[in-house]
């Protein structure tokens, strides 16, 4: 994902990172090391899981949602903080046994051009709107 920001370096990209305990290194002082300094990047620690079983639920996997990369159209409603919506596209790196689609396992090349892609559509519903005014 960080080489997708880095990548694709419009204001108009915009991403969360959520640090969860899955493994025993996991803490808030390793998820520390790793923070981003990109602006367009919020990122948190999740100790109770509580993001992560949002997404589980949102995904339909078996087990906390982690190492999941979501891509949301600029025009998705989060209108419900325990319950978030579908992402527009999403990859990840779980285990079979996770209940994610296998297909979806990530590929890096795969999801940056979906970023890429969403950004034009975002670009074009932007000038779309701008014209009709």
Avoid at 86 to 95: E, I, R, V
Wanted: a negative charge; aromatic letters at 10%; charged letters at 20%.
């Amino acid at each position: 994902m960080l080489q997708t920001f880095e990548k694709l370096p419009t204001e108009s990209l915009r991403g969360f990172i959520v640090w969860v305990p899955v493994l025993a290194h996991d803490t808030p002082l390793a998820a520390f090391e790793h923070i981003s300094s990109d602006p367009r990047l919020l990122e948190g620690w999740d100790e109770n899981r509580k993001i992560s079983d949002a997404f589980k639920q949102t995904l339909a996997l078996h087990r906390i949602a982690w190492d999941a990369y979501m891509i949301y159209a600029a025009d998705v409603v989060w209108n419900d903080e325990k319950n978030p919506p579908l992402p527009t596209f999403w990859m990840h790196q779980l285990n079979g046994d996770s209940g994610a689609d296998p297909a979806l396992t990530l590929q890096e090349d795969v999801f940056f051009k979906a970023a890429q892609d969403q950004l034009k559509v975002t670009a074009h519903a932007g000038q779309a709107a701008q014209a009709a005014r």
